[in-house]
C-alpha cells in the first residue's frame, strides 16, 4: 500500500512540475465594415515567434505562456490596417472579436 501511495504521489508530482501556465485567448477576426469573417488572418505575440492563424470563419485558438502576458498580440491580414491589442485587454473582452479596417491608399495615375 505504501508503494502504491509513493508511486501516485511521483506521478502526480511529476505532472504538475510539467504543466506549465498557459493564457488561452479564443476569438474571432472580422471585416470591420460588412463583419464578414477574415480567413487566414495572422494573430501573433509581438516580438515573440508565437501565434497562429486564423481559420476560414475566421475563427482562432492561441496558447500563451504566462510569461508572456504583459505583451501584445498583433492581428494583421493582407489589405487591411496591422492592429496591436494587449494580452490583458483581450482577456476581458467577452466575446472576443477583433474588427480589422481596410488599408485603403489612394495612388496616383499611371502613365
Known sequence: MRRLFFLFSFFTFS???LA???ITLEGKVIDETTDEPL???YVTLEDV???????????FLVNI????????IVFSYVGYVR??????ELQKLDPLV????RDVEL????V
Open 15 to 17: 505532472l504538475s512540475l
Open 20 to 22: 506549465q501556465d498557459l
Open 39 to 41: 480567413a487566414f488572418s
Open 49 to 59: 515567434a508565437l501565434g497562429t492563424v486564423t481559420d476560414g470563419d475566421g475563427e
Open 65 to 72: 505562456p504566462a510569461e508572456y502576458r504583459d505583451n501584445n
Open 83 to 88: 492592429t496591436i491589442y494587449s494580452i490583458k
Open 98 to 101: 477583433i474588427k480589422l479596417k
Open 107 to 110: 495612388i496616383s495615375e499611371v
